[in-house]
């Protein structure tokens, strides 16, 4: 892959001698939906799949981005001034895939870090995750950028660090209200592991997957959304004022600080129907989180299963966000033997859905799934069977 991008680059610019290249990997959230801007536990890991970039210093104070994932775009310009004198959420964004790398030069420039970035860069991306999938493309894009700057600039930066800066990133400059965990799982990935994160401490554990005979299999839905246009900022926005209500009776920072018990006892405060739902969802979830976690450690896949499904289930019902693209593969996929979880995963609305199958069932689950998700919403989709993987690093 390496000398790949390197050809690459030689292909745009016109030279590649002393370019360095750099991978930063996608994610999926085994379970743990909505709950990271509610103050509650996540659970996603690290994929070997994700986001290559080969780049290299300027001596004026010019950038040069380039995707191959999008050479209709060609090579976006934009430089050091330029960077340093954009506002927060400024309408003026215009780079459309490049906003993402772009906003974190930004956030560097905004966080003091800027008297190291002294001067320009030419910069190439390829991805291997598809896009608006729900895989994490954007925090990957991003955490790449913030790597090699870091790498290149001589930055002190920690990877944990670098999560907020991204995380802080997307919000500010690219728009999404994303929470921490995006990032923090492409920054901080381990392989074969995934990360047991409380998003409202940032205190982490790695968990062993010891998944044995099954495999990790993701269904694209082929379904996609941009979050900054999609009900996300919405939802969010929603449990903020259920959690204000029921702050005027109980004494909570986040919905993540409720039990089961505790919602339910107060939950009416909120009144309207579809904020309960909304928070209900929050709660519900971050325990469910913490269930599959302790399933994990113990080694039942099956318990941890259950659970994966009973979130897809919320996430339907309560929350809002699924669709009939992903409700159609989440249903096809339960009915199939050798499955033990499957739900939704990432922000929904299209996007794709996560499931544990048993090894020698795999090419039967992805024939039928496909089958019946094409008979039911005439779209084609694709299965990857991906592995857990490391955070940034160079190549």
């Known amino acids: 892959m390496k000398d790949k991008l390197l050809k690459w680059f030689k292909d745009v610019y016109n030279y590649n001698d002393g370019v360095q290249v750099y991978f930063a990997p996608g994610r999926v959230n085994l379970i743990g939906e909505h709950t990271d801007y509610n103050g509650g ?85 390829f991805g291997d995750i598809p896009n608006g999938s729900g895989l994490s493309s954007s925090a990957s894009i991003e955490v790449l950028m913030a790597y090699i700057a870091k790498d290149l600039y001589d930055i002190d930066i920690s990877l944990k ?33 995934a990360i047991f994160l409380n998003t409202s401490t940032l205190e982490y554990e790695y968990a062993p997957l010891n998944l044995k005979n099954k495999k990790i299999i993701i269904a694209n839905s082929n379904k996609k959304r941009g ?24 004494n909570i920072k986040t919905l993540g600080d409720l039990s089961r018990e505790e919602f339910e006892t107060h939950k009416d405060v909120i009144k309207e129907e579809t904020l309960i739902r909304r928070a209900k969802h929050a709660v519900y979830e971050n325990q469910r989180t913490k269930e599959a976690f302790e399933a994990l450690k113990k080694d039942d896949i099956k318990k941890f299963g259950l659970l994966m499904k009973e979130s897809h289930i919320s996430l339907r019902d309560d929350y809002e ?18 499955v033990i979880g499957a739900r939704m995963t990432g922000a929904g609305f299209g996007g794709c859905t996560v499931n544990i199958v048993d090894e020698e069932c795999v090419g039967a689950f992805m024939e039928n799934v496909g089958r019946i998700y094409e008979e039911k919403t005439g779209m084609k989709a694709d299965f990857y069977a991906v592995k857990s993987g490391d955070g940034p690093y160079r190549l």
């Open 41 to 125: 536990h996540v659970f996603p890991c690290a994929l070997e799949i994700g986001t290559y970039g080969a780049a290299r210093l300027r001596s004026d104070r010019i950038f040069r981005f380039y995707s191959m994932n999008f050479p209709e775009k060609g090579i976006i310009y934009s430089s050091l001034d330029e960077i340093l004198s954009a506002g927060v959420l400024s309408s003026n964004r215009k780079n459309a895939w490049a906003d993402y790398p772009i906003g974190v030069l930004w956030a560097f420039a905004r966080h003091s870090f800027m008297p190291k970035i002294d001067r320009g860069m030419d910069i190439l991306f």
């Open 227 to 250: 979050l900054n246009e999609s009900k996300y900022n919405e939802r969010r926005s929603e449990c903020e004022e259920a959690l204000r209500r029921l702050q005027t009776v109980i």
């Open 321 to 338: 966000v699924t669709g009939l693209n992903l409700d159609t593969l989440f249903e096809a996929a339960i009915l199939q033997d050798g």
């Open 161 to 193: 660090d670098i999560s907020l800066l991204t995380q802080y990133a997307e919000n500010k400059y690219v728009g999404v209200n994303c929470g921490i965990m995006d990032q923090f799982a492409v920054a901080m990935g381990k392989k074969d592991h």
